[in-house]
């Protein structure tokens, strides 16, 4: 009994080691780890400002992952960066580029907890 209450205690240390994002941990490329800690701090420090709304999702396109920082209370436009951390230079919602019309897959990847997906209104 003792070693199935260690093998729960530590799985659990495990899972909650993963809270932050909602893909496994190996799948978000560290320049995104670093954004995500700072959102984290910002929202920890100050949870009155509008980081509390963004989130980070993973898009695929020609194969390949592009991350895009979404924030509804942002005028900013989000622009796709790639694994490496190059930042296409467009942006995501125009629907001239190649990128916004054959883009899929959405995925959340970390979500501040004021943020609401609103793309259905898209």
Same mark, same amino acid.
């Given at each position: 009994?003792?070693?199935?209450?260690?093998?729960?205690?530590?799985?659990?240390?495990?899972?909650?080691?993963?809270?932050?994002?909602?893909?496994?941990?190996?799948?978000?490329?560290? +320049?995104?780890?670093?954004?995500?800690?700072?959102?984290?701090?910002?929202?920890?420090?100050?949870?009155?400002?509008?980081?509390? %709304?963004?989130? +980070?999702?993973?898009?695929? +396109?020609?194969?390949?992952?592009?991350?895009?920082?979404?924030?509804?209370?942002?005028?900013?436009?989000?622009?796709?960066?790639?694994?490496?951390?190059?930042?296409?230079?467009?942006?995501?919602?125009?629907?001239?580029?190649?990128?916004?019309?054959?883009?899929?897959?959405?995925?959340?990847? +970390?979500?501040?907890?004021?943020?609401?997906?609103?793309? %259905?209104?898209?």
């Amino acid at each position: 009994m003792k070693k199935i209450a260690l093998m729960f205690f530590f799985s659990l240390m495990l899972y909650s080691c993963e809270k932050s994002y909602l893909i496994p941990s190996k799948e978000v490329p560290g +320049w995104l780890k670093s954004k995500i800690n700072k959102e984290e701090q910002i929202i920890k420090d100050s949870p009155q400002l509008m980081n509390s %709304w963004g989130a +980070w999702v993973r898009y695929e +396109w020609h194969n390949q992952y592009f991350f895009e920082y979404h924030n509804p209370l942002s005028s900013s436009m989000p622009q796709p960066i790639s694994l490496k951390g190059e930042t296409l230079q467009i942006y995501a919602t125009d629907m001239n580029t190649d990128y916004a019309k054959e883009k899929c897959c959405k995925t959340i990847v +970390w979500q501040g907890p004021d943020y609401n997906d609103l793309s %259905w209104m898209e």
